[in-house]
């Protein structure tokens, strides 16, 4: 079980993210609002000032769709 003060302190850390973030946070609810199937390739791309970029995929298997769900399920993460 969750520690409520932990769960607080995320909550209050997602609410940050996402004011300070909308386009982002509009762009994952977008792809993972349709739902994310298993061999479906996520993508992501990071790039440092004054470095290249660096990208990596993975494919998404079932045992990643079970963690998503149980993040879902512990509240908040939608």
Do not use: C
């Not at 996402?18 to 609810?29: G, I, Q």
């Not at 479906?40 to 998503?68: C, F, H, R, W, Y």
């Amino acid at each position: 079980m969750i520690n409520p003060s932990i769960a607080m302190k995320l909550m209050s850390a997602k609410n940050t993210f996402t004011n300070n973030h909308p386009k982002f946070v509009s762009f994952l609810s977008a792809v993972f609002g349709t739902g994310i199937t298993e061999d479906t390739i996520i993508e992501i791309t990071v790039t440092k000032p004054g470095q290249a970029p660096i990208t990596s995929n993975i494919k998404v298997k079932q045992e990643d769709l079970e963690l998503m769900e149980t993040l879902k399920e512990m509240g908040g993460f939608r």
